[in-house]
């Protein structure tokens, strides 16, 4: 069971990035995503969250506007695309998976290995 993300990298503030993330080894479709994200020194926080079918997602207020989730079930992915980026967007990103939809790091049983996000001013 693995879920790998992908896509983060340096971009300038205002710009946009899209993040993957793919499982393998599962099938996902009766997995809600979770995405999470960790700045340097901070504490994992969620970010956003899609259920199962895609048709229930939910968004912390940093992100709330800027940020939109969504997955492919027969592709076993799920995306976040992130517009309009600020420097205290910038963390490590990490995808999870579970059976329940949640917002909280414990509700998660499956993480992927996290990917860089850099925003410039």
């Known amino acids: 069971v693995q879920l790998q993300a992908s896509g983060g990298g340096l971009v300038q503030a205002g710009g946009s990035l899209r993040l993957s993330c793919v499982g393998s080894?599962?099938?996902?479709?009766?997995?809600?995503f979770g995405w999470f994200r960790q700045a340097p020194g901070k504490e994992r926080e969620w970010v956003s969250c899609?259920?199962?079918?895609?048709?229930?997602?939910a968004y912390s207020n940093s992100v709330k506007g800027r940020f939109t989730v969504s997955r492919d079930n027969a592709k076993n992915t799920a995306d976040l695309q992130m517009n309009s980026l600020k420097p205290e967007d910038t963390a490590v990103y990490y995808c999870?998976?579970?059976?329940?939809?949640?917002?909280?790091?414990?509700?998660?049983?499956?993480w992927g290995q996290g990917t860089l996000v850099t925003v410039s001013s």
């Open positions: 999870a998976a579970n059976l329940l939809y949640g917002t909280t790091v414990g509700g998660y049983t499956y």
């Open positions: 899609i259920n199962m079918n895609g048709d229930e997602t």
């Open positions: 080894g599962f099938t996902l479709d009766y997995h809600a």
